[in-house]
Structures are given as C-alpha cells and as structure tokens.
C-alpha cells in the first residue's frame, strides 16, 4: 500500500506562488506515475499534471501550462509541485495520486491541500 501526504496548500494573492509537497510512504514509488489533480467547489476533480518515474513525460492540463511544474525527489520518495502566476480560477483542493506503470488509473490518493487564490 501506498500513502500519500499533501502539504503546502494555503491562501495567496493573484499572481502569487505555492509549492505543494507531496510525501509518500508504505513503499518507494521511484517506479510510479505521479501526478496532481484538483477540485474546485461545485465541479469535478480535474487532471493538473504529472510525471513518469525518470522525470521524464510531462503532462500538464491546458490550463495550467508555462505557470506549473511539476517535480520529483525519488531519494525522498516526494513529489512537488511549483505553482506560479497563481489565479483565482486555480482556487480547489489539489490532490496527490499515483499509480502503477501498468495501471490504467490512479489508485492511491491522498487526503488533499486546499489552494485558495484571492483576487
């Protein structure tokens, strides 16, 4: 099993910057896809980026494109995300999630940072 830990979300003002954290334990997930997602009240959670196990393949959602970037630590078993430009349309609960390189979806979450972005 694996278990994920979010932590960094706060309050900001437009244009401001965050970075989550996300720390995983239970097993290495050095081999796992990892990736970010959110919730804004009212609406479905959404993809928001993510990551292969090397660093490499990059996926980020239109919408968050040249302002997020996403990182890892495998030494630390920890997955960051740079949040930049902040807008109050990026106001959610951003949620870590991993997944098996031969898994479909994402199987283990965690328990979610709330980002709220003032104008």
């Known amino acids: 099993q694996v278990q994920l830990v979010e932590s960094g979300g706060g309050l900001v003002q437009a244009g401001g910057s965050l970075r989550l954290s996300c720390a995983a334990s239970?097993?290495?997930?050095?081999?796992?896809?990892m990736g970010w997602f959110r919730q804004a009240p009212g609406k479905e959670r959404e993809f928001v980026t993510s990551?292969?196990?090397?660093?490499?393949?990059?996926r980020y959602a239109d919408s968050v494109k040249g302002r997020f970037t996403i990182s890892r630590d495998n030494a630390k078993n920890t997955l960051y995300l740079q949040m930049n430009s902040l807008k109050p349309e990026d106001t959610a609960v951003y949620y870590c999630a991993a997944r098996t390189i031969m898994a479909i979806n994402f199987g283990y979450w965690g328990q979610g940072t709330q980002v709220t972005v003032s104008s």
């Open positions: 239970g097993r290495t997930v050095s081999s796992y896809v």
């Open positions: 990551i292969d196990w090397s660093g490499g393949r990059l």
